[in-house]
């Protein structure tokens, strides 16, 4: 096996590349680590240090548009694949900003077909500001098809404000046959402003057999919108299957849409990840849907997802549905985690910080529900077990709604008692102490509007819409040895 430096053309056979240390400034716009062209056959990228300086003490006359390969501007194929490269941009401009954009391809400017296989690779940007957008693709700016694997690829970026960058976590197209997705990062800091899109692997479509990565986006900043989309931006269908996804943010008071799995439909034999959204930080806005933003159908299933609303805005208002926005034919939800957020002062009765669903906003045909946890926060919650919309023989399942000291005036919409499809809810007070029946303070039941009211204390009630009269075996009490601390 023979080593071989940058060339123009492809590697191929069993060559190697070299490992190199590149370093571009103002003089050229292009930048790549092996190959001008394509890997293939078993050819293997090197281990590659690439990195982007670019100075400028006044705008340059024409936008530019800088592009970095790790190792193949072309194609990844057969056998071959990428080296574990370390991809850096950088631009410092004085004001105005400059008009410089980079597009960094940690592998293939193409794709990545039969057996190919990404590099583990690690990319840094720090960028100034402007209306502009960057792009990083973890493994291939294409396609990924055939058995081809995505790396398990390293984001860390910052940049100044009005920028916007979206980060590929494996295609920037589509996914299909029985690629598999790497377990990617990206961590974003020190921004503002700014507007972030992370796939965590493919850009488009998931088909096939396709699998996605457990990947992990981290945000801090200030007022930054976040757009997360776990594992598709698209839509997923026949065996395809999520990743377990993770979505942390830090100190920052944006908006976050967050997709678990897809942000269009999953159909056919598709399931979803177990994902995770947590929000630790005061202002935000946030729309979760754990697996899909669109239809989930067919017999697709979700994922058991969990929403952390944080310390929501008392500004707007925030939605989580535990699966999708609609759900129908023989679909079966998962089973999901929503906690409401935590605001300083809740709002007025009547009025909610905060929406919690589930399953989906409408579920029909011969759906099934999963069984659900639905946690209050401070601040008012609007609580569905199932769906705000059920139609046809869709079923729920059964769920269970969480209540503590300080949660605001909440409702339930939907409780089931096991006498109809809504299937069999409880309403957890353990954690307040209550230890019987008696101990509670409930309203009359209103045969009208199936609604009663339990008070818990001054500004911490629910208001139950059930189906019939409340009852013991409707609660999960605290066991009669329960201490508070």
């Known amino acids: 096996m023979k080593r071989i430096p940058i060339i123009p053309g492809d590697l191929t056979d069993h060559q190697i590349g070299t490992n190199d240390i590149l370093t571009s400034t103002n003089s050229t716009d292009v930048l790549y680590g092996d190959a001008g062209g394509n890997l293939r056959e078993h050819a293997i990228g090197g281990n590659d240090s690439l990195s982007a300086q670019l100075v400028f003490n006044a705008p340059p006359p024409t936008p530019i548009a800088f592009n970095m390969f790790g190792d193949a501007i072309g194609n990844i194929s057969d056998h071959a694949r990428g080296g574990n490269d370390a991809l850096s941009a950088k631009d410092t401009t004085g004001f105005p900003p400059a008009a410089i954009t980079f597009n960094i391809y940690a592998d293939a400017g193409g794709n990545l077909s039969d057996h190919a296989k990404g590099g583990d690779d690690n990319i840094s940007l720090s960028l100034g500001e402007g209306h502009f957008t960057d792009t ?18 390293t984001l860390t970026a910052s940049n100044g404000p009005e920028r916007t960058l979206r980060f590929y976590g494996d295609a920037g197209g589509n996914m299909s046959d029985h690629t598999h ?33 457990n990947d992990v986006f981290t945000i801090n900043g200030f007022n930054t919108d976040n757009f997360f989309y776990g594992d598709s931006g698209g ?22 849409i967050f997709y678990g799995d897809a942000g269009g439909n999953i159909s056919d034999h598709a399931a979803g990840g177990n994902d995770t959204f947590i929000s630790s930080n005061f ?32 500004f707007g208002l925030s939605r989580a549905y535990g699966d999708a926005l609609t759900m129908s034919g023989f679909a079966q939800g998962g089973n999901d985690s929503l906690t409401g957020g935590n605001v300083p002062s809740p709002s007025p009765a009547g009025t909610y910080n905060t929406i919690l669903v589930g399953d989906a906003q409408t579920m029909s045909g011969r759906v099934h529900g999963g069984n659900d946890k639905l946690i209050s926060g401070t601040g008012n919650d609007d609580m569905w077990g199932d769906a705000q919309v059920m139609l046809g023989k869709a079923q729920g399942g ?6 503590n ?19 069999a809810d409880h309403i957890d007070v ?23 009211t339990i008070t818990f204390s001054g500004g911490n009630d629910v208001v139950v819409h059930s189906e019939e009269v409340l009852r013991p075996q409707d609660f999960i009490f605290a066991p009669h040895d329960f201490l508070l601390t």
């Open 405 to 423: 000291f300080n949660n605001g005036h909440d409702k339930v919409e939907d409780f089931g008692q096991g006498l109809s499809n809504f299937g």
């Open 136 to 153: 990083v693709y973890g493994d291939a700016g294409g396609n990924l098809s055939g058995f081809a694997q995505g790396g398990n690829d």
């Open 283 to 314: 202002g935000s806005t946030n729309v979760f849907y754990g697996d899909a933003g669109g239809n989930m159908s067919e017999r697709a299933v979700g994922g058991d997802d969990a929403y952390t609303g944080g310390n929501g805005s008392v």
């Open 181 to 213: 997705g790497g377990n990617d990062s990206f961590t974003k800091t020190g921004s503002s402003e700014t507007n972030n899109y992370f796939y965590g692997d493919a850009g488009v479509d998931m088909s096939s057999h396709a699998v996605g990565g």
């Open 235 to 256: 839509n997923m269908s026949d065996f395809a299957k999520g990743g377990d996804d993770t979505y942390n943010q830090g100190f920052t008071d944006g908006d976050n």
């Open 398 to 403: 059964n769920d269970n709604f969480v209540f």
């Open 430 to 452: 353990s954690a307040l102490g209550i230890e019987n029946f008696s101990d509670l303070d409930i309203s009359a039941f209103d045969p009208t509007t199936h609604e009663s």
